[in-house]
């Protein structure tokens, strides 16, 4: 599929136009997406929209201008139906949309539908949303990974040229590692939350998934930014990314944590990274030796703060608006039967351990200690970024693994996000690129970067983008 930076070029010669754009997305979706079920609802008049924006097309129109996206479903979107992948937003039509959509709208962007993903983005296979699963485009035996599954196949699939996604804990770059697609996750602050369905609000981000790294500084670029509806986005200026990735990335300084290519990685997977290495080392960058020594502690960080968080933000859901409302006499009994009927296994797996974690007898030994844990880790994060510019590590373990491999057995699902995790705690940027497959499947190599610092993260991944090809 072309990037977007090369559709762009064609509608700005004319050699096409938007709804031509349309047409050849509606034409790939048709032929695969019954296999693949990557989105929830599809626009019934994208196509009409594309002629309109082409219409209106202004002489000075921005690289998004006319062509499609696609956005998860658990960023909300004025007039279309928005779900989480959750029986218990069933019905939901939003009011408003989110800042990120609401700035890519303000570019002309068309917005095709919305994609599939675990129910409100507790996952990392799209097995745990409500509406069926998404299979990995590269072999559809094997999930696509998770939570943005659905916007990892849209984008490898070509049925867009690029998609939003949200991050909590991996959501975006482990998808994307699966599916052989680059996934950015922006650092804490970076792009607005506004109008993203809260999971855990001190990790959550929205990110990016794209053809290549030139199109993730673009749509960076469009969506980030402070934003006066959500107090935690960051004042900070918007460098402009793609110029940042033409000044190369030479005499950065670049290092590869051994607690990341430890047990549990696979060789393949290790050996790809290696190999990235000593590509980066040949264009010029400077590898200095680092240590994580908590690195293993992030995941039991994690599952100590994300739970907590998410049990008191889905203490909204109560069925009375939409969704699933249960038919009760009495109130209380109304609530706890409609968030039973509404909420799927997983997400009340994730209830019950925050409400665990947070209730006295164990805030300590589990809250308290978590918090203790993301302090440590993002202070061996700052020593490290005063040695080196970014790091480069595995994006998960393993490929993508096949359908109920790891369904019955919640440790081994939580895996999967172990390398990923850390860069949420610690509000860092990071970002997964396919390095060379391995038994045909997809490999992803990641680099994260000091907070806010996305403008040398995507001069690294620029750089390793070129030579892994
Ligand atoms: N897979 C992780 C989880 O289930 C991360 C999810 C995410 O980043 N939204 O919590």
């Excluded at 002629?51 to 696609?70: F, M, N, S, T, W």
């Excluded at 940042?244 to 950065?252: T, V, Y």
């Excluded at 996000?417 to 391995?438: E, F, H, K, V, Y």
Aim: aromatic share 8%; glycine share 10%; hydrophobic share 40%.
């Amino acid at each position: 599929m072309e990037t977007l930076r090369e559709a762009a070029a064609r509608l700005q010669r004319g050699e096409v136009t938007s709804a031509a754009l349309v047409d050849g997305a509606l034409d790939a979706i048709e032929a695969r997406e019954g296999e693949l079920h990557s989105f929830l609802t599809l626009l019934d008049d994208a196509r009409a929209a594309a002629e309109d924006v082409q219409k209106r097309r202004p002489k000075d129109a921005g690289p998004l201008y006319g062509i499609p996206y696609a956005a998860k479903d658990n960023i909300v979107t004025r007039g279309v139906r928005t779900t989480a992948a959750s029986r218990i937003l069933e019905g939901y039509l939003p009011p408003y949309s989110a800042t990120a959509v609401e700035r890519l709208d303000a570019e002309g962007a068309l917005l095709l539908g919305k994609t599939n993903l675990d129910e409100f983005a507790m996952g990392s296979s799209t097995e745990w949303s409500a509406y069926g699963p998404s299979r990995n485009p590269v072999d559809p035996s094997r999930v696509p990974g998770g939570s943005s599954g659905g916007s990892a196949v849209a984008v490898a699939a070509g049925f867009c040229h690029y998609a939003l996604g949200s991050e909590t804990g991996g959501s975006v770059r482990q998808p994307a590692a699966f599916c052989g697609c680059v996934g950015l996750k922006p650092s804490y602050g970076r792009v607005s939350r506004y109008g993203l369905i809260a999971f855990a609000s001190s990790l959550d981000q929205i990110g990016t998934l794209t053809q290549d790294v030139g199109d993730a500084a673009v749509v960076l670029g469009a969506i980030a930014g402070r934003d006066p509806r959500d107090q935690t986005s960051l004042d900070a200026p918007v460098p402009d990314y793609l110029q940042e990735i033409s000044r190369g990335a030479k005499g950065l300084r670049f290092g590869v944590p051994p607690e990341y290519l430890a047990e549990g990685v696979a060789p393949a997977v290790r050996d790809e990274v290696l190999r990235a290495a000593d590509l980066l080392q040949a264009q010029g960058l400077e590898r200095r030796e680092v240590r994580l020594p908590h690195t293993s502690y992030a995941l039991d960080a994690y599952y100590g703060i994300a739970p907590a968080e998410a049990s008191s933000n889905l203490a909204r859901f109560d069925g009375m608006r939409y969704g699933p409302r249960a038919q009760e006499e009495d109130l209380i009994e109304a609530y706890r039967r409609s968030r039973g009927e509404g909420f799927g296994p997983e997400v009340k797996r994730r209830i019950l351990l925050g409400t665990f974690v947070l209730s006295a007898g164990y805030y300590d030994t589990y809250y308290l200690r978590a918090q203790k844990l993301r302090t440590l880790l993002r202070a061996e994060f700052a020593a490290a970024f005063s040695e080196v510019d970014v790091l480069l590590t595995p994006t998960t373990p393993t490929t993508a693994f096949a359908f109920g491999a790891n369904t019955a057995d919640p440790l081994a699902m939580y895996m999967a996000d172990a390398l990923t995790i850390p860069a949420n705690l610690a509000g860092l940027c990071a970002i997964s690129l396919p390095g060379r497959p391995a038994d045909g499947l997809p490999v992803g190599l990641q680099l994260m970067a000091a907070p806010l610092r996305e403008d040398v993260l995507l001069r690294a991944a620029g750089a390793l983008e070129e030579a892994v090809r």
